[in-house]
Every structure is written in structure tokens, then in C-alpha cells.
């Protein structure tokens, strides 16, 4: 069964790039990597996804190396709009029925 | 507005009650989950819905009782709960089964229920 490790807690400041790792060493074959970001007193909402290399939206990167035992996700140039609890997500429903949460991350953003 | 409601946002409640979560999306999606999220824990996926069949129970106690009449709405119904049962009940829906590509799950804001 898949598990997926993340630090618990993260600092940094406004302005700066922002990277966590998530480390998922038992991931499938079939699972992806999801990532949600969540606000207190509010439902996970999905920053991203991906499955292999690299992927880029407009709020954020996600860095998956090729054997994809880990994922980083970066956040570029954060305010402090961006503390929150950061979620590492792996696994695929539609195939092994597992969707395997990480702990969360709690990024504080400082000025 | 994430387009999944739910209802409670708060419950208290005893050991010998039977209460129920009301989860509503506006979203047309085919595919429901409830989540428990405690504090400090992982996200627990208790119950998957797709097209209104169950098609995961991840060893849930009995005394949670899902139902899904149609595939905009998804109870779950509550009995006889301990108090360890207590924490954040989320719902979430997508357009298909989640963690597969593009199939981004959409939450609500949670129910915060308390067992005494």
C-alpha cells in the first residue's frame, strides 16, 4: 500500500519560491501525483497534477523525477494569501481504487 | 463557491443519536466521496459513489451509512457514533473517478461533528 511523507510544517516569505517534497515510494504504476491546497474552515481545493517530468500551470509547478518515488511543488514567489496546508495526493480511482493522502504540509508565509 | 454544499456546517451530538450529513453538488459531476479529516491525520477516504453505485468502502465501521440517491446528492447517516468519531466530515465530488488525470476532486466545506 502506497504512503506518501511530507514535512509537517514550512516557513517562509513573501516574494520567495516555495518548494515541498512529497516522498511516495510505493507509488503504482497507474497512480498520479495531485496536490490541494486548503484554507481553514474550507475544503481541499486541487493545485495540480501530474504524472511524470514536469508539469506547469498558472499558480504553481510540480517537479516528479523518473522513477517518481517523490514529487516537489513549487510555488513561485508566494504572498501571504498562500498559507495554507499543502496535500500530497497519490493514486488513481478509476484503476487500483486508492487514493492515498499525505499528512499535510502548513505553510506559513511571513512578511 | 466551490458548487458542493453541505449540510451541517456544525453538529453536536450523543452516542445514541442518529443524525445525517447532507452533501449537495451543483457541479454535474458522476462520482462522490465522503472523507473523515482529523487533526493531524491524513485525509481518510471512507465512501466512493460512481453513478450512484458504491464502488469503494474502505473498512468503515457500521455505524456510518452512506446513501446516494441520485448523483447530485450524498448522505451520510449516523448512529450509535463513539466520541473518536468526531472530527471534520468532508464531501467531494468529480467528473470521474479522482486521481486519474483531470478528474480533480471538488470539496465542500465540511461538517464539523462532535460526538459527546
Known amino acids: 500500500l502506497a504512503k506518501t511523507t511530507q514535512p509537517i510544517s514550512m516557513d517562509s516569505y513573501e516574494g520567495q519560491e516555495v518548494n515541498i517534497t512529497c516522498s511516495h515510494n510505493?507509488?503504482?504504476?497507474?497512480?498520479?501525483i495531485t496536490w490541494y491546497q486548503q484554507f481553514p474552515s474550507q475544503g481541499p481545493r486541487f493545485i495540480i497534477q501530474?504524472?511524470?517530468?514536469?508539469v506547469t500551470n498558472e499558480v504553481a509547478s510540480l517537479f516528479i523525477p523518473a522513477d517518481r518515488k517523490s514529487s516537489t511543488l513549487s510555488l513561485p514567489r508566494v504572498s501571504l494569501s498562500d498559507t495554507a496546508v499543502y496535500y500530497c495526493?497519490?493514486?488513481?480511482?478509476?484503476?487500483?481504487?486508492?487514493?492515498?493522502w499525505g499528512a499535510g504540509t502548513k505553510l506559513i508565509i511571513k512578511p | 463557491e466551490t458548487g458542493v454544499t453541505q449540510t451541517p456546517r456544525h453538529l453536536v451530538m450523543g452516542m445514541t443519536n442518529k443524525k445525517s450529513l447532507k452533501c449537495e453538488q451543483h457541479?454535474?459531476?458522476?462520482?462522490m466521496y465522503w472523507y473523515k479529516q482529523s487533526a493531524k491525520k491524513p485525509l481518510e477516504l471512507m465512501f466512493v459513489?460512481?453513478?450512484?453505485?458504491?464502488?469503494e468502502n474502505n473498512s468503515v465501521p457500521s455505524r456510518f451509512s452512506p446513501e446516494c440517491p441520485n448523483s447530485s446528492h450524498l448522505f451520510l447517516h449516523l448512529h450509535t457514533l463513539q466520541p473518536e468519531d468526531s472530527a471534520l466530515y468532508l464531501c467531494?465530488?468529480?467528473?470521474?473517478?479522482?486521481?486519474?488525470?483531470?478528474?480533480?476532486?471538488?470539496f465542500g466545506p465540511g461538517t464539523r461533528l462532535t460526538v459527546l
Open positions: 467531494a465530488s468529480s467528473q470521474g473517478l479522482a486521481g486519474g488525470v483531470y478528474n480533480e476532486q471538488f
Open positions: 510505493n507509488i503504482a504504476t497507474n497512480d498520479y
Open positions: 457541479l454535474g459531476h458522476n462520482a
Open positions: 495526493l497519490v493514486g488513481a480511482m478509476d484503476s487500483n481504487y486508492q487514493l492515498i
Open positions: 459513489y460512481s453513478l450512484e453505485e458504491r464502488v
Open positions: 501530474g504524472y511524470k517530468t514536469k
